[in-house]
């Protein structure tokens, strides 16, 4: 090869390099705008799982905080708002309509109010599941006996498993493993350490 044939060849890498060093960089901004994005989100569900715990063990949903009717929902920027949904994957999608913990105080305030009932919360209905069987179950069982009991009740597994772990961590179930399996108890009551 002559200097002449490999001019118009390292021409031709320089603007393909150019070319692919531009892509990078729109995609690392790209990348950089979602990761943004991404940590508004968790800033966000992480806010509402705080208060969810804060506010797990009312029973007097009159002392849940409402929210007034002209008050704006908070978001934090437009972009997550618009395309967070899609985003997110179905667990936590479907998580809020499974627990009434989750449900806008108002509405439980004014379910009260009208003399209907509200739901129970999953970690309830999970432990009177529990407590009618001798031994341990697996989450699966326990979703799967939810939802023949509780067809209103569709939680997915991951979101079974969570609130039995939370159960587990207020000490109000044992955890056994058996091999690779999880199994659950009820901890009656004399037998709490």
Not at 28 to 43: D, M, P
């Amino acid at each position: 090869m002559t200097n002449k044939s490999t001019a118009p060849l390292r021409s031709r890498l320089v603007d393909q390099a150019a070319s692919d060093l531009e892509e990078n960089r729109r995609r690392q901004q790209e990348l950089a705008e979602q990761i943004s994005v991404l940590r508004q989100e968790e800033a966000l569900l992480t806010d509402i799982l705080n208060l969810a715990q804060r506010y797990q063990g009312f029973s007097d949903p009159s002392r849940l905080p409402e929210q007034l009717q002209d008050e704006p929902v908070v978001t934090k920027g437009k972009r997550a708002s618009t395309g967070a949904a899609a985003r997110r994957p179905d667990s936590a999608r479907t998580a809020p309509a499974d627990s009434a913990r989750t449900a806008p105080a108002g509405d439980t305030a004014q379910a009260g109010a009208k003399g209907t009932s509200r739901q129970p919360l999953l970690g309830d209905l999970l432990l009177e599941l529990l407590d009618g069987h001798d031994g341990p179950r697996m989450a699966k069982e326990l979703r799967d006996e939810l939802l023949v009991k509780h067809p209103d009740r569709t939680p997915t597994p991951q979101v079974v498993r969570n609130t039995l772990e939370s159960l587990v961590a207020k000490g109000r179930i044992q955890r056994h493993k058996q091999q690779r399996s999880v199994m659950y108890t009820v901890v009656k009551k004399g037998a709490k350490s």
